[in-house]
């Protein structure tokens, strides 16, 4: 009796079973869940080929779209594609930079839990390998035009004309930026190794 009163007042469907619909009769961001429709799954793959990390992605995907909502207000900025692209680059820059910091300091954590601890075999950091971690510091370090063509074009899978398009230039410049960034990527690198 009390299994069939349960299975009575249970729902069809749970809240958390159906799948999301934002609310688009909000016309103050109303551009913005149109943004996250065309142009998200290419915000996706970006982040994944610069963070390769899901829990970055997602935290750097979530991030993007409030800081947009949050810097623009109620109105949508003139190119919101180049500007959305170019938010969650810096974001993920940033968040490949903190990585990098926390890397710096990761041999003094584990020294000092260890010397708490008594423990003779210190915790390894996650395994990222160096090369990956290289690149993107490289990446990182490069003018924000080269930068960003290199993100869109490489990492994002765009063509020139739709690079040229989102950055406002031509595709021929943005040819021309791309092979700057690749020459000054295989300098850093060539210097580290």
Known sequence: MIAAAATASRPSVMPFEQPFQPAVNDARHGWIVRLMASDGPGILRMLWRILGREADVMDAYQDCFCKLAKLT?????????????????????????????????????????????????????????????????????LPNHLRSV?????????????????????????????????VQLAKALATED
């Open 150 to 182: 290199v993100v869109l074009r490489d990492l994002s899978r765009m063509t020139y004309d739709e690079v040229g398009k989102v950055l406002g230039i031509e595709p021929t410049t943005a040819r021309v930026y791309r092979r700057h960034a690749v």
């Open 73 to 141: 207000g109620h109105r949508e900025p003139q190119n919101a594609r180049a500007y959305a692209y170019r938010i969650a680059s810096n974001i993920a820059i940033e968040l490949i930079r903190t990585r990098r910091r926390h890397a710096n300091h990761w041999d003094n954590v584990v020294a000092t839990r260890s010397q708490r601890a008594n423990d003779d075999k210190p915790r390894m950091a996650e395994a990222d390998t160096v090369r990956h971690d290289r690149l993107r510091e490289a990446i990182g370090q």
